[in-house]
T-cell receptor, first 112, second 109 residues
């Protein structure tokens, strides 16, 4: 079945550092790929998405590129802020139903 | 405000008790989901629905039941609560790009 693997956290960075959170996937067909963010005490919210190979999703300074050849969708940001501290989930949706499948989540902690 | 509304936000149950977690959305989405979130385990799909009157099991359905009599509502029923059901429960709607509620934190003691 479909699955998403993302790097374990927590990831701890200083403000203005470069961020990468790795995500790889296994899916039948051609899935759509997503990154969601969860702030403390809240539900998940969509951060960015890509629907086909080589698409780049971007939002709020975050970027991720759909790499079909490596089945990856790594999240990057050039300069993180304390307010980016949250849990980030990689997800995919594929097949006829397009029901989202989530990774385990990666906690990001940004220090001033 | 438009979105997915879950009630209650917090609940403590005793072993063997039952309860219903409520979920309502006002965006006219056909697809709705229930996930549970356990620390370090991500989100596991419990049940989902592709429209009123249609429900199906997800990855971890044991100990839960659902119904979907209207497009708006998708309640999750826990029968005979067990400590293993201590978790944060999220309801979501919409196909592919999910909109999430704020969650219900349930503790079974």
């Amino acid at each position: 079945g479909d699955s998403v693997t993302q790097m374990e956290g927590p990831v701890t960075l200083s403000e203005e550092a470069f961020l990468t959170i790795n995500c790889t996937y296994t899916a039948t067909g051609y899935p759509s790929l997503f990154w969601y963010v969860q702030y403390p005490g809240e539900g998940l919210q969509l951060l960015l998405k890509a629907t086909k190979a080589d698409d780049k999703g971007s939002n709020k300074g975050f970027e991720a590129t759909y790499r079909k050849e490596t089945t990856s969708f790594h999240l990057e940001k050039g300069s993180v802020q304390v307010s980016d501290s949250a849990v980030y989930f990689c997800a995919l949706a594929s097949g006829g139903s397009y029901i989202p499948t989530f990774g385990r989540g990666t906690s990001l902690i940004v220090h001033p | 405000n438009a979105g997915v509304t879950q009630t209650p936000k917090f609940r403590i149950l005793k072993i063997g008790q039952s309860m219903t977690l409520q979920c309502t959305q006002d965006m006219n989405h056909n697809y709705m989901y229930w996930y549970r979130q356990d620390p370090g385990m991500g989100l596991k799909l419990i049940y989902y629905s592709v429209g009123a009157g249609i429900t199906d099991k997800g990855e971890v359905p044991n100990g839960y039941n659902v119904s979907r009599s209207t497009t708006e509502d998708f309640p999750l029923r826990l029968e005979l609560a067990a400590p293993s059901q201590t978790s944060v429960y999220f309801c979501a709607s919409r196909q592919a790009v999910a909109f999430f509620g704020q969650g219900t934190r349930l503790t079974v003691v």
